[in-house]
């Protein structure tokens, strides 16, 4: 088959893909019975037309950064890890109880001490499968998925039967101190002029960006990150060039375990300020699709995880004023990791006959 | 805990079983030939809200169970497609399936009816109401096996018997036929099945469509008998139950009934906490039962009770040489 250049692999097929998704979710919304074109309006004033709605998008895509993040460094060792959901989940457990731990007197001691319980808690949750998939050959697809079912459960014992406060009927934690509380972009000085309404995005937002460098630095500026590169490549050269295949399969699933557990101080110090049930609202799938979007890379994670954000808040709002129901941005959500992900061959079948062509009339 | 109680948990472990079981099923011959299937999930869901709503509509359980069946082969296609004909990843177009399904049940069942997501409740034809076996009344009364037949094994939805009766029908197809060898032979080794002239992409797709009926089957039984209607996201999960199921087995039909039992049965016991409380002399918490179905099949993968093998071409697409 013919290979395409560079710039069409890294930026047209995933636009053209993502051209393809739009326009079936355009279908979509015809099919029943609404108009796509007043959908795609109300998404885009929603999310985009006021600093209000800028607010909720990088909220949302705060937390979709760090699970693609996870995803990502997962990828490049060529482990497929489906179990940022559970990851995530844990990291809030994780962050509730550092939290409840203490009298929190400022928010600058509390966020360090949270992010290392959150990333502690989602690594050590992504460490069971890393282990049985290293040690056993437990295949961590079907591994993770079932932890993500673990930790729901799990959650829930823990919300109802140990976190709830007495005399609560609520399952969800104590509400965590004052001093817990992270500065959300209306209370940051200099921010605070343009985003005037109480909105959701925190400062995780620059521990978001902070992070997609460090994952950068790491996978391509350091010996670990090419060990892992090379281990995804291929596992069989790697061992022969004397890289250890446990510990890297372990070292990579803590790091994206950790990432997909510091999503919760987004969510659950930044946002709810108390642990909920089902606090990463599938936050950990969109991981996924974030992933796929972004190409694998730090910088393409950011840009599809606000793409991601933006869909978000503009689904929420698509439930909020018009009759179609929010679960749109889930169908969405499918049709561009379906497009991206599974069907990207398709693209490139396309493409191909066109750069053929053309480098033939060049030759 | 007496007889009764027992039966009755036996009871609803054969209705909680059987959708479990023709998942379990379809996933086997998906992966038997090759294909990797996360989807089973969002197959079972298309085809409960397709079959919930057009029993409804047309009050016919028959032809909810034709669209159930219509809607999941629809998604096994898409599957097909994307890893047999466009040799993409075939885990993530199983997520992506499952997300779509997930999204767009409730998309059409929330515009045609306008009650959250959910089917108006179904009742009379248009469910698969109970079968009393021959016999059943007549031998109510003799001791232990009058109430054992009575009361678990008769009296369930058509739709119970026929998963029962795909068990034996799968074994015989996968290892009494030619279509089964070669099936077994495509998840083992494509290039030799290919050697021998037959069409692997012939073969893969006829699994998945197989895989598409059986799954259709499934999520029709959720909606049509097990519940009466069709609710948001009823699948629960059990899509990766009969995953777990399937492995569980190590890919065997008849060890899929067993698994399914076992999953169905604690289930059913997580329906009734009352019961273990009063077994285990202590409250065990309601999520542990749930989540038990998992942390079984994460055992069994870890290879505790005999490694599972799966299909050695799994998840690899075939490229034909030239």
């Known amino acids: 088959m013919t290979k395409l250049p560079p710039w069409a692999d890294l930026v047209l097929v995933p636009v053209i ?43 949302y895509a705060t937390s979709f950064m760090f699970t693609g993040l996870a995803v990502t460094v997962a990828f490049h060792a060529s482990l497929f890890n489906i179990g940022g959901e559970g990851q995530a989940q844990l990291g809030g457990l994780g962050v509730a109880l550092v939290l409840l731990a203490l009298p929190w007197p400022h928010w600058t001691l509390a966020l360090p001490a949270a992010m290392a319980g959150a990333a502690l808690f989602g690594a050590a949750w992504a460490a069971i499968p890393a282990w049985l998939q290293a040690t056993r050959g437990s295949h961590i697809v079907i591994t993770t998925i079932m932890f993500n079912y673990i930790a729901a459960a799990f959650l829930i014992f823990m919300l109802v039967d140990v976190l709830r406060p007495a005399g609560s009927m609520d399952p969800t934690s104590a509400r965590f101190p004052e001093g817990a509380h992270l500065p959300a972009f209306n209370e940051i000085p200099g921010l605070n002029l343009i985003f005037t309404k109480g909105v959701p995005a925190n400062v995780t937002f620059f521990v978001a960006l902070a992070a997609c460098v460090l994952v950068w630095l ?60 089902n606090a990463a609202e599938g936050a950990g799938f969109i991981g996924i699709a974030v992933a796929l979007m972004g190409r694998n890379h730090p910088l393409g994670v950011l840009l599809a995880a606000i793409l991601f954000g933006f869909l978000y808040q503009g689904g929420a709002e698509l439930g909020l004023w018009t009759s179609i129901p929010i679960e749109l941005r889930i169908v969405v959500q499918g049709l561009v990791i379906l497009f991206t992900g599974a069907l990207d061959m398709m693209v490139r079948m396309m493409l191909a006959p066109l750069f053929r062509a053309r480098r033939e009339a060049v030759a | 805990m007496d007889y009764g109680t027992l039966l009755q948990i036996l009871d609803s472990t054969l209705r909680l079983a059987t959708p479990l079981l023709l998942a379990c099923l379809a996933g086997l011959f998906s992966e038997r030939s090759g294909i990797f299937d996360i989807g089973l999930e969002g197959k079972m869901l298309a085809a409960a809200m397709s079959a919930g709503t057009v029993a409804f509509l047309t009050g016919s359980v028959w032809i909810g169970l034709l669209a159930g069946i219509g809607a999941s082969i629809i998604f096994a296609a898409i599957h097909g497609v994307a890893s047999i004909t466009f040799r993409g990843n075939q885990l993530i177009s199983g997520v992506a399936l499952n997300f779509v399904a997930s999204g767009i049940t409730v998309l059409i069942a929330q515009t045609l009816f306008g ?64 279509f089964g060898l070669r099936l077994r032979a495509v998840g083992e080794n494509p290039e030799s099945v290919d050697t021998a002239g037959i069409s692997v992409v012939r073969l893969r797709y006829t699994a998945v469509i197989i895989t598409g009926i059986l799954c259709g089957m499934a ?64 409250k065990v918490p309601v999520p542990l039962l749930d989540a038990l179905p998992y942390i079984l ?11 599972a093998i799966p299909p050695r071409a799994g998840g690899e697409p075939y490229v034909k040489e030239r």
């Open chain 1, 17 to 59: 893909s993502l051209i393809l998704a739009g326009f079936f979710s355009a279908l979509v919304i015809l099919a029943i019975g609404q108009s796509p074109l007043e959908a795609w309006t109300v998404v885009w004033t929603g999310a985009v037309g006021s600093a209000y709605g800028w607010g909720y998008t990088l909220y």
């Open chain 1, 218 to 277: 790491l996978l391509w500026r350091t010996r670990l990150g090419y060990e892992i590169r090379a281990f995804g490549k291929s596992e069989s050269a790697a061992r022969y060039a004397g890289i250890n295949a446990v510990r890297i399969t372990m070292i990579t699933m803590l790091i994206s375990g950790g990432l997909a557990g510091m999503m919760a101080i987004n969510n659950v110090m930044g946002e709810s300020e108390r642990l909920l049930q």
């Open chain 2, 115 to 178: 009650q959250g997501g959910r089917t108006p409740p179904l009742e009379g034809a248009a469910r698969f109401n109970a079968i009393t076996l021959p016999f059943a009344e007549a031998l109510k009364d003799v001791p232990v096996i009058g109430p054992l037949y009575h009361e678990v094994i008769s009296g369930h939805g058509a739709m119970v018997y026929a998963a029962l009766l795909c068990v034996p029908l799968t074994w015989w197809v996968l290892f009494r036929t030619r």
């Open chain 2, 219 to 282: 999520g029709a039984y959720l909606s049509t008998g097990l519940q009466a209607g069709f609710g948001k996201e009823m699948t629960a999960g059990r899509g990766y139950i009969a995953l777990a199921a399937l492995i569980f087995a190590k890919w065997r039909p008849w060890h899929a009934l067993y698994a399914c039992l076992l999953f169905g049965f604690l289930q059913a016991l997580a329906l009734r906490p009352d019961v273990i409380g009063g077994l285990a002399g202590f």
């Open chain 2, 297 to 307: 099949t994460v055992i069994v993968l870890a290879g505790f009770v005999g490694k």
